[in-house]
């Protein structure tokens, strides 16, 4: 499972103007529906139903919203830089700058938590989120993730 297979340049932001969790997501939901052909109130209602749960801010100024839809055919990510960070109820209490939404199908099963399990451990990475930060064109963010995310498999 390579981030190229899930991501594309059409799907990066690199200049996310929100000041809320639900208007980031509402970005997240807009560029997801542009690059799929999806609902974007769909897309928006599954990422909701998904918060509802618990937050998907993962700590370190990291946010990894996810969600699954029965409409979508395969994986389908979009990769956001927030210019300034954002409140999102994170478990460490910190705002948020790069978020990585993740959609799959209701079928994918373990292809889901394994793409979640790779973009996790990506973001993980102190490193690559300093230069992931340190991007402003979506064609700088596409070459590190994709660049990065081959380089771990070889």
């Known amino acids: 499972m390579e981030l190229d297979n899930i991501l594309t340049v059409e799907s990066v932001i690199p200049h996310l103007k929100a000041s809320s969790k639900k208007q980031a997501l509402q970005e997240l939901a807009r560029k997801a529906a542009e690059v799929s052909g999806l609902e974007q109130r769909e897309v928006f209602d599954v990422l909701l139903e998904r918060e509802r749960l618990g937050t998907t801010g993962v ?4 946010a990894i919203p996810h969600g699954k839809l029965a409409s979508l055919d ?49 973001l993980r990475d102190a490193q690559m989120c300093d230069k992931l930060r340190g991007c402003d064109t979506t064609d700088a963010i596409m070459a590190l993730l994709t660049q990065t995310a081959s380089s771990n498999a070889a």
Do not use: Y
Request: charged residues 30%; without cysteine; glycine residues 10%.
């Open 74 to 122: 395969r994986l389908r990510g979009v990769f956001a830089r927030a210019d300034r960070a954002i409140d999102f109820d994170s478990i460490d209490d910190r705002p948020v700058d790069l978020i990585f939404l993740l959609l799959a199908p209701e079928t994918a099963g373990a292809d889901h938590l394994k793409a979640l399990a790779k973009v996790s451990r990506l």
């Open 59 to 62: 700590g370190g100024g990291i």
